[in-house]
């Protein structure tokens, strides 16, 4: 049996359609989740020239009992994309206008995993953050270096305060 070109045709035009419906619906009215192949590409990434410098942020969860005591807390710990976990912890970092509410979906969703026993509460979260130059061979090693930024109390968001990081033990190495 012979196909005709234009049943051949019509059914290349469906699945391109399909296709780009699965993408909108990935990107609209999944958010939060990840559908490979439609989003979350890793060869989109930025890659950066010799003398860039660029900055990372880390979540992380203090313990109650031991101050020094952290841990990451991930976006996808948190079942977040990572570009919105990324955003948020910024604005946290950089105090702009939306940090409040920033520190408060990160706490909420923090609470409600640790709620399922997906992992623990920690008394406080903090943002640390690391400026990494670009150099010849990849990357300068002494820029690797995280410091703290801000923590807030995990029971009230509202209790923001800066950090700095000092010799005195609150820069470490990740």
Known sequence: MIVPLVARKAFAAFVITLCLGLQLYAIVWLSGRRWWPFVDYRMFSKSYSVGATFQELELRGRACEESSKTWPVTALA??????????????????????????????????????????????????????????????????????????????????????????????TEH
């Open 78 to 171: 948190l079942n977040s994309e990572a570009w919105r976990h990324q955003r948020r912890l910024r604005d946290i970092a950089d105090d702009r206008p939306r940090s409040a509410r920033s520190r408060s979906e990160l706490t909420n969703a923090a609470n409600t995993l640790a709620a399922r026993a997906a992992m623990p509460l920690p008394c406080a979260f903090q943002v640390w953050e690391r400026k990494v130059i670009v150099t010849r061979d990849g990357f300068e090693p002494s820029s690797l270096r995280w410091v703290p930024r801000r923590e807030w109390r995990a029971n009230d968001p509202s209790t923001v305060r800066p950090l700095t990081g000092t010799p005195a033990g609150t820069v």
